[in-house]
């Protein structure tokens, strides 16, 4: 190691330069991304298994070997990394190139799949989508949608960031099996199984997508497909019904909403991988706070209104219930939140605006979770009002030396440092429980706990 050019404690020490077996693990890389690039702007079809496999093993070859090489000859701890001063996690030219560029492929993803290569009744797939045919025939027997697309590369990407996730934490336990939860129900619940319902001719269902998430779940459509699949079809609308009645109430009473959004859901699991070099870039202020409350309460209202509306309209025909066709309602959401907002904000503006956008101003399922954590109920038979969750984060202020790791890396904008300095235990309807306070906390000032 070069000594540093300078020995003040303000200096720049610029100490994580590539080495060698870093830059070949990189190239190994950039050339498996680079195989998908030629394949899908050449607009190519043929000989996409090769193409495939050969790009996908340059990707995962590089990013384990690269994940090896950062973290091997460091000890077990967290390492900032220089993150405030990294163009890339700082809001920089890299970071906006970045954000240009997620930004740009979800709105081709949404709204012009054709330039990724998807191909129209008689025409074969092409370029990117063509790429990743030979996989989907092996899960489910048809060509690849834009969506298959999208649901492998996001698979893959947690996968990859998640062993690199937990390398760089492989000294907290908790965020070892969170990571591996994650991974898990990514990859099987949420990609692989649905995918081999569809080849056993079922409807397409993710198990883990619970409604007001699940948006849709009561659409015409939807509960007809569930329908006519017959007893494994009832069998899926009983789960998603008991799900958000039943299941998701007890699992938050015993374990708060971090049951959920730390350890199942796939929106959490990107941020909490690919987006854990963002984490800290989530806005602290009382400002951001006072409009993630009103934005994303207003989204779970909206579901509400828009779920109750379809279903009036199913069993009583009558579609204006709210003075707006129920139809109205549902392209209404699904542009507005379901595609613009979880997805073109949700993942772009990751290296802008950290990676809890999404579930910090719009999931619906994060509010709903949220009501359940943070409020108190009163019950007949108690004195005393009840809270509707024993989770909550206890604080022993008088160990805290008030060095702010805590509320840095909160990626869902609390001040943890305000409550610790205070000695009051968190409890907030925003907090996901994914750790990381407590985990960079260098006194052990901070414990998850249900009390």
């Avoid at 081709?108 to 025939?137: H, Q, R």
């Avoid at 298959?148 to 893959?156: L, N, R, S």
């Avoid at 000294?171 to 129900?185: D, G, L, P």
């Avoid at 503006?349 to 910090?360: A, D, K």
């Amino acid at each position: 190691m070069q000594p540093y050019k300078s020995i003040s404690i303000t200096a720049h020490h610029q100490t994580d330069s590539l080495n060698s077996t870093q830059k070949v693990s990189l190239t190994l890389l950039g050339l498996g991304i680079l195989l998908q690039m030629v394949f899908w702007l050449s607009f190519r079809s043929e000989g996409a298994g090769l193409w495939l496999w050969s790009s996908l093993g340059l990707v995962t070859l590089g990013s384990l070997w690269y994940t090896y090489n950062q973290y091997n000859q460091t000890l077990p701890g967290i390492k900032n990394n220089h993150n405030w001063f990294s163009s890339l996690t700082s809001g920089g030219t890299f970071a906006w190139i970045l954000a240009i560029f997620l930004t740009g492929f979800y709105v081709i993803l949404y709204w012009f799949p054709v330039f990724l290569g998807l191909g129209k009744e008689s025409v074969s797939n092409t370029g990117l989508v063509a790429l990743f045919d030979p996989l989907s025939m092996i899960l489910k027997g048809k060509p690849a949608s834009e969506w298959f697309v999208y649901g492998a590369i996001y698979t893959i990407t947690i996968l990859l960031m998640g062993i690199k996730f937990i390398y760089k934490y492989r000294h907290n336990k908790y965020q070892v099996y969170r990571t591996f939860s994650i991974m898990f129900f990514q990859t099987a619940i949420a990609f692989i199984l649905p995918e081999i319902m569809q080849s056993l001719n079922k409807p397409y269902y993710d198990f883990k997508n619970i409604w007001p998430l699940n948006y849709y779940f009561f659409f015409d459509w939807n509960i007809d497909a569930m329908l006519a699949a017959g007893t494994f079809g009832y069998f899926m609308l009983f789960w998603g019904i008991l799900s958000f009645l039943v299941i998701t109430p007890v699992l938050t009473y015993f374990y708060g909403k971090r049951w959920y959004c730390s350890w199942v859901c796939g929106c959490g699991g990107l941020a909490e991988t690919a987006g854990d070099p963002f984490r800290h870039l989530s806005d602290k202020s009382l400002k951001a706070w006072k409009i993630e409350r009103w934005m994303i309460h207003s989204v779970l209202v909206f579901v509400v209104l828009m779920t109750v509306s379809v279903l009036v309209a199913r069993f009583t025909g009558i579609r204006n219930i709210f003075l707006i066709d129920s139809g109205t309602l549902s392209q209404v959401y699904g542009f507005l939140i379901g595609a613009a907002f979880s997805g073109v904000v949700g993942v772009g503006f990751y290296p802008l605006l950290g990676s809890r956008v999404w579930c910090r101003f719009g999931c619906p399922m994060a509010a709903y979770l949220g009501i359940l954590q943070r409020f108190t109920i009163k019950l007949p038979w108690k004195k005393e009002s009840t809270r509707m969750s024993k989770f909550r984060i206890t604080t022993n202020g008088s160990q805290c030396i008030s060095c702010g790791n805590c509320s840095t890396y909160c990626e869902m904008g609390i001040d943890v440092k305000s409550y610790a300095q205070r000695q009051e235990d968190i409890v907030r309807a925003s907090c996901v429980g994914c750790g990381i306070c407590s985990a960079v906390c260098p006194r052990g000032v901070l414990r998850l706990e249900s009390i």
